[in-house]
């Protein structure tokens, strides 16, 4: 019985899974050219309002429609960067090369930055923009629940040296990108979370200005991280050094190689530079970025 219900849950699950058509309605066949009729009648029993296949199309459009939800949830600020028709369909396509393989909806944008870079021509004349925001967007879902390893206390830090390599929270996240997409999303986040309608007319009116102004805007360095803070959300900009220190820890580099990546190219005289890093890894420490990573691997998973 067993082994009959498995298999009655996968034929279930793949009819749900598939596709709409652009009327949004359930495909009458699936890729295969089998009929979609003909396999509903299988499983699902019509009653006095509804067949087989229109009751199985109940969940189809519903499942889809919980995607779309979660999507552009994650994503308004790609939304807005490439506009929204053009969304929908960069969505679409997106979902059904990439459809969803977690239990979990808070992975369904995961590879949407990648997807982005082999797939330009769905994000328009602002690709680059649009696969910033989308790094950018992902990077606030992984800080957002990532572990939380315990902090590395003043008196640890006393015994690292140059050899030493020093872990990072794995919530946070460094984000390089060449348009201010930090400022862009939180005008975006705040016109969402207008409900008043004509405060939320203005803000969108806002928005699209702020959009237009930074598509505009010339390129430029932008460097930040994305951290979380009392189970909120923030970014924070830093300096090209910082920046290039913290990827280099990230990457699991030693602290002497890390400082050297850190000034590499740098303006900052050799004279400075101590007091520098005296400054920044005691900001660090304080945003509670330095931490043990723990020896068992179940622990590295944990919150």
Not at 53 to 82: K, M, T
Not at 174 to 185: K, N, S
């Amino acid at each position: 019985m067993s082994g009959e219900l498995a298999q009655l849950q996968r034929r279930m699950a793949a009819a749900v899974m598939q596709p709409l058509t652009r009327e949004e309605q359930m495909r009458r066949r699936d890729r295969e050219g089998r009929s979609n009729e003909h396999e509903a009648a299988e499983f699902i029993k019509p009653n006095d309002r509804l067949s087989s296949f229109e009751r199985l199309e109940i969940y189809n459009r519903q499942y889809w429609f919980r995607l779309f939800a979660s999507f552009e949830e994650d994503f308004p600020g790609v939304q807005a960067i490439v506009g929204r028709k053009r969304f929908e369909t960069l969505m679409r396509a997106y979902l059904e090369e990439c459809p969803s393989t977690s239990f979990s909806l808070r992975n369904l944008g995961s590879r949407l930055v990648a997807w982005l870079g082999g797939n330009p021509a769905y994000a328009g004349p602002h690709v680059e923009t649009a696969c910033e925001m989308a790094a950018l967007e992902w990077a606030q879902i992984e800080a957002f629940d990532g572990a939380a390893w315990t902090r590395l206390t003043p008196e640890m830090l006393l015994g690292v040296g140059e050899d030493s390599r020093i872990a990072l929270q794995p919530y946070l996240r460094l984000v390089r990108a060449h348009y201010a997409v930090d400022d862009a999303l939180i005008a975006v986040r705040s016109e969402n979370g207008s409900s008043n309608s004509s405060s939320n007319n203005a803000s969108v009116g806002h928005t699209a200005r702020r959009i237009r102004a930074i598509r505009s805007l010339p390129r430029e360095d932008v460097f930040l991280a994305v951290h979380r803070h009392e189970d909120s959300v923030y970014y924070k900009r830093l300096a090209r050094e910082d920046f290039q220190m913290l990827s280099a820890l990230q990457e699991g580099s030693t602290l002497g190689e890390a400082l050297d990546a850190g000034f590499e190219g740098s303006v900052i005289s050799e004279h400075e530079r101590p007091a520098y890093v005296q400054s920044a890894f005691a900001h660090w420490m304080d945003l509670g970025w330095f931490c043990v990573e723990p020896a068992d691997e179940e622990e590295r998973g944990r919150e």
